[in-house]
């Protein structure tokens, strides 16, 4: 093992890891490529700057059996945000704009909102309130803090009557998420205009009410873009990729680099794992109507390798700089990386499992106690919905990260390998 993510390696045991222990980790990541239970699996373990772990099984394509390379090109989805919220931070260093600003001031579509007044219990079901015009003025507007820290109180398939849901087609159809994308994105409009039509929805609460999970990077991405000129790929390469080294890495892949995107999976109905999107039907290649850019992860979010997502997580737990590069400051990552949630409306976020608050675009663990296995508090990361996740303990000076590719793969109650992955790199401590 040498100069993976051009970082120093060195053996487990001289960075206080049973090398034992960790080695019971990979053999489960081996045995779940065995199982079926995944295509294809990367793991990779830093502590104090060096890699201590980095390892492969399976396939980028559970059929035709091709092997996984540690080059893969991993659809990131959703953990796009803890990029995208780097990104924000290193604009707000530069005194572009201010948390706590209003996003009207760049986004006016998102002016003189109305939100869902509470409903009687008829209509929790019939969900008529929205028809019935059962709205109020919005208490304050939406700032950019809450985007970063999910509580904007935007509509969204969880917060709101399911007879509604044909109000939010618009606003996600062809993103892979919307309720007839069967998990493929091809989009037949741009961003741009699906947060135009979010736009024209009342808020489902008052801003600061609730971390729920919504659109809210997809709007902080449109904010960024206009308050910046740039397109959030380019942002994206200029401000994080290149100081960080980082190349080949971005919304889009190159045709001649297809061979190495990754075949995104789902369960069927029997509970195998068979290929849902090919990288040569992927939008992601092809591309459709204009470039989905979107800092959320919808539409697959930005596409890296395992060795580029390990430079991101070494540059965060290094204080914000890498091989002589800053890309935050050190107290900016403090600030990031605080659990904001409880000082806003008092609550753990129901996403990750008990124990976690949530910063700027990351979930933040605040207790150990009543949680189901070791770790640190103040440990931060966040996940995709294709199963990668990524964790940083700067107080064991330590990141994990893991990546697979089946789509929704957090949400299938048997899935639990990435949980496996970080439960035993703390049981290999020492």
């Known amino acids: 093992m040498t100069d993976f993510a051009n970082l120093p390696a060195a053996d487990p045991a001289s960075l206080g890891i049973d090398p034992t222990r960790l080695a019971r980790v990979d053999s489960r990541m081996a045995q779940a490529v065995a199982n079926g239970e995944v295509p294809g699996v990367v793991t990779v373990l830093l502590r104090h700057g060096h890699v201590a772990h980095v390892s492969s099984h399976g396939y ?26 780097a990104l924000t931070m290193q604009l707000q260093e530069e005194g572009l704009f201010y948390v706590d600003e209003p996003i009207t001031k760049w986004l006016p579509e998102f002016e003189n909102r109305q939100v869902l007044s509470p409903l009687d219990p008829p209509n929790k079901v019939r969900g008529q309130g929205l028809l019935l015009g ?13 985007l970063l820290t999910m509580t904007s109180g935007l509509p969204s398939f969880g917060n709101i009557p399911s007879a509604m849901f044909p109000l939010l087609e618009p606003v996600w159809k062809g993103t892979g998420f919307g309720p007839t994308d069967n998990g493929v994105s091809d ?30 990077f997809d709007v902080l991405t449109v904010l960024l873009e206009r308050a910046s000129g740039q397109n959030l790929d380019e942002l994206f390469q200029e401000r994080i990729f290149g100081p960080l080294g980082v190349e080949g890495c971005g919304f889009y892949c190159p045709p001649q680099d297809a061979g190495r995107l990754v075949t995104n999976h789902v369960w069927d109905a029997n509970g195998a794992v068979i290929p849902m999107e090919r990288p040569e039907d992927s939008e992601k290649v ?22 580029a997502y390990t430079r991101f997580a070494a540059m965060l737990l290094n204080g914000g700089e ?8 050190r107290k900016t990552i403090e600030l990031m990386t605080a659990n904001h949630v409880g000082a806003l409306c008092g609550t753990e976020i129901d996403l990750t499992g008990p124990g976690f608050g949530f910063g700027f675009g990351y979930a933040v663990r605040n207790r150990i106690a009543g949680t189901a296995y070791p770790g640190s508090i103040g440990t931060y990361g966040w996940g995709g919905a294709a199963g990668t996740w990524f964790f940083v303990d700067p107080a064991e000076n330590l990141a994990g990260l893991f990546f697979t590719h089946v789509f929704l793969y957090q949400f299938n ?11 035993g790199v703390y049981e290999a401590l020492v």
């Open 413 to 423: 109650p048997v899935a639990y390998l990435e949980t496996d992955f970080e439960k």
């Open 322 to 329: 890498l091989d002589g590069q800053r890309v935050l400051g």
């Open 187 to 216: 989009p037949d409009v741009v961003h741009e205009d699906l947060i135009k039509a979010m736009a024209q929805l009342p808020n489902a609460r008052q801003p600061g009410a609730a971390w729920e999970y919504a659109m809210d």
């Open 286 to 307: 092809r591309e459709s109507v204009g470039r989905q850019i979107s800092g959320n992860g919808l539409f697959g979010g930005v596409l890296m390798t395992p060795a």
């Open 60 to 85: 980028l394509d559970a059929e035709r059996q091709t092997p996984l390379p540690l080059d893969a090109l991993f659809r990131m989805y959703s953990q796009t945000k803890p990029v995208t919220a």
């Open 134 to 146: 059962q709205t109020v003025p919005m208490t304050r507007q939406i700032t950019i803090r809450d």
